[in-house]
């Protein structure tokens, strides 16, 4: 453990300045990694002629997109927690079997998954609600973006494990590395070689696969204190099954995501046509500008609670729960409130066509209306996770979409009398019952894990010498 605690004693620098040390990176790691998603349409919607039908085509394939990076979460998100709990207890090499058996799972899961999406690619496009005239550009777009699952999965599922033992910053640099590529290249292939939605998806996977290396890289080398070791790349049922357990409620969250894309995209088109799809986009995008740095904020947070979980030191868990939430809430109330007060000048960022701005502008107001609530639904949901409460954690991850959002889109448009204003109200409706049923559950089986872990240690937390 002497590794770790060169870099970030996790079970006894002070909490404050060790989560901001820890989600700092990871947030900025988010936060970059938006540019992965909203660069590309940014770019791809001021194509001249064709920005429009172009933007929309490729909202289009988030399903798809969204289902690759569930599959990581899977098993990354799944494996890291339980990596830093053997780390906690002081299993260095249960931590490392974790490692490998998660790694030899990602890359089995990509070969399957790049067959399966390039032979049913087309159907699902359609099902996904692709018109005739944007299925083109859908497709251009994923034909050469599958070809690279192997690389997303990688550096997405792998990198967990990197903040896993404390070195959020290296994770961070994952990243950045890619992500930078990507706006680089962007342009280049998009205008400079007029490749169009194509050179956007070359210009990605490339990109990836640069962080793709640099994961693979860093852990197999001597700087990690987790090392991915050859002998240790095998399926082990024994450390899998749990990882995918804990693993299961982050790939409901984002897997749902795509039958949420497409029950909304289904119903937009219906009641909007194109115009209301590709408003969707625009939506989504600024829902991710809020959505990602929360959740690398909840990951930056996690290797704390579950070293401290795994250490029984329960008054550094409150300490990083309350931290946490406190950050998470003032920053999703600054962007709640910049979509409320200029909604227009932020669909501007995508598009200059007038209708589409008016559309996304008044859409906005309705679709985050109650934004300001993603602070508790992802900070305490994602805390379920670091704590290695799977069944909670996959309960809550199926609440807000499948049992509340999904049901809302369908049955809103028949019981307001503007059904297209019906389908966008339907998500701060999910939203706001979602964190209260979050909270509420979280406050009670958290105070269950710290006062049994204070009784374990004989009726009080053992003595915090940290200072904090």
Not at 26 to 37: D, H, I, K
Not at 143 to 159: K, R
Not at 260 to 270: A, C, G, Y
Not at 378 to 403: H, M, N, P, T, Y
């Amino acid at each position: 453990m002497a590794k770790i605690k060169h870099q970030n004693d996790l079970g006894r620098d002070p909490i404050g300045p060790l989560l901001l040390r820890l989600a700092l990176p990871t947030v900025c790691a988010q936060v970059v990694n938006l540019l992965y998603n909203i660069v590309d349409r940014i770019y791809i919607g001021q194509i001249p002629g064709e920005g429009k039908l172009a933007l929309t085509g490729m909202g289009v394939t988030f399903p798809v997109i969204t289902l690759i990076a569930a599959f990581a979460a899977l098993i990354g998100m799944g494996g890291a927690p339980r990596a830093s709990i053997a780390l906690g207890a002081g299993d260095h090499e249960r931590a490392e079997r974790t490692l490998g058996t998660c790694t030899a799972a990602l890359w089995g899961l990509a070969a399957v998954l790049t067959v399966v999406f390039l032979i049913v690619q087309e159907p699902l496009l359609k099902m996904f609600g692709a018109s005739g005239d944007t299925l083109p550009y859908a497709m251009q777009y994923l034909n050469i973006y599958v070809l690279g699952t192997i690389f997303v999965m990688t550096a997405l599922g792998l990198n967990g494990f990197i903040t896993a033992q404390g070195n959020s910053s290296v994770a961070m640099k994952t990243v950045l590395i890619g992500a930078v590529l990507n706006v680089a290249l962007d342009p280049v292939f998009i205008f400079v070689f007029g490749m169009g939605v194509r050179g956007a998806a070359i210009a990605t996977v490339i990109s990836q696969a640069v962080s793709a290396l640099w994961v693979v890289r860093f852990l197999g080398g001597q700087k990690s204190t987790l090392r991915l070791k050859r002998h240790y790349l095998r399926l082990d049922a024994a450390l899998l099954l749990p990882a995918v357990a804990l693993g299961a409620s982050p790939f409901v969250m984002q897997a749902t995501e795509s039958l949420l894309t497409v029950t909304f995209n289904v119903s937009l088109r219906k009641y909007g046509g194109d115009l209301a799809v590709g408003a969707m986009t625009i939506l989504t995008s600024v829902m991710q500008i809020m959505q990602l740095p929360l959740l690398g904020l909840a990951q930056g947070a996690q290797p704390i609670l579950g070293y401290n979980l795994g250490a029984k030191q329960p008054k550094r868990m409150k300490q990083c729960v309350f931290y946490m939430i406190a950050s998470a809430f003032v920053f999703s109330g600054f962007v709640w409130l910049c979509a409320m007060l200029i909604p227009e000048q932020i669909a501007r960022l995508f598009n200059q066509d007038p209708e589409l701005i008016r559309m996304t502008g008044w859409a906005l107001r309705i679709y985050m209306a109650v934004g300001f609530t993603a602070a508790f639904q992802w900070g305490f949901q994602q805390s379920f996770v670091a704590l290695g409460e799977a069944k909670i954690s996959l309960f809550l991850a199926l609440l807000r979409k499948i049992i509340l959002l999904i049901p809302l889109i369908l049955i809103l448009p028949h019981l307001l009398p503007d059904p297209l204003f019906a389908v966008f109200c339907a998500e701060p409706v999910a939203d706001f019952l979602a964190a209260a049923t979050t909270t509420v559950l979280f406050l009670i089986r958290f105070r269950q894990i710290t006062r049994s872990i204070e009784r374990e240690n004989g009726g009080a937390p053992i003595p915090d010498t940290s200072g904090s």
